[in-house]
């Protein structure tokens, strides 16, 4: 799809948890849009978003001490009310929390518009995003080819320092 082969965005997804699968696909499906030859190399946890099954993705609401946590039905007044800074970080480690923190987080996504992470990452692979998974992780965790979505190249970091090294206007993005 890109127009321009002096435009690179190169992306390294190293989280593979619901929320931090977003920005990656967003990132890519857009600057492919607007004509950039695009990759996205998943290493560690964010091999995970190319699994076939990505039901078991969550929000880890523990990890992200910024993040708002509004409640997506309700009176407005109530789903006004950022309750993060309210509930101290001990609740955030009761069995359940990070289930309920998915649910409305998924409840949010889908009263925005927001496509589905999977619709987002089909969307990139139209859009002729590259998907570069890292083989040794794929090792590492015991993961088999079969378990993650088609069309996918599994790479070493040295091919992924040779794909995002192409370009004087290439830009990587940590994630």
């Known amino acids: ?5 002096n435009t690179k965005l190169t992306i390294i997804a190293t989280k593979g948890t619901l ?13 492919a849009a607007l004509g ?3 990759s996205i190399f998943f290493t560690f946890y964010g091999l995970r978003l190319l699994l076939k099954d990505t039901s078991s993705l969550k929000v880890s609401p523990i990890g992200n001490p910024d993040m708002p946590m509004k ?3 309700g009176p407005s007044w109530f789903r006004d009310i950022d309750w993060a800074p309210k509930i101290p ?22 009263n925005n518009g927001v496509a589905p992470l999977e619709e987002l990452r089909e969307l990139c692979q139209e859009a002729e995003v590259k998907f570069l998974a890292c083989q040794m992780t794929v090792d590492l965790f015991g993961f088999s080819h079969s378990d993650f979505i088609d069309g ?10 040779e794909e995002s090294n192409d370009s004087t206007c290439t830009q990587s993005l940590y994630m």
Request: charged content about 10%; proline content about 7%; overall charge negative.
């Open 1 to 5: 799809m890109a127009t321009n082969s």
């Open 19 to 31: 929320d931090w699968g977003y920005p990656p696909f967003i990132l890519a499906s857009t600057a």
């Open 36 to 38: 950039k030859d695009v």
């Open 71 to 73: 409640m997506p039905m």
């Open 89 to 110: 970080n001990l609740v955030w480690q009761i069995p359940g929390i990070e289930t309920f923190a998915t649910t409305m987080m998924k409840k949010t996504i889908a």
């Open 152 to 161: 996918i190249d599994y790479v070493g970091a040295a091919s992924y320092f």
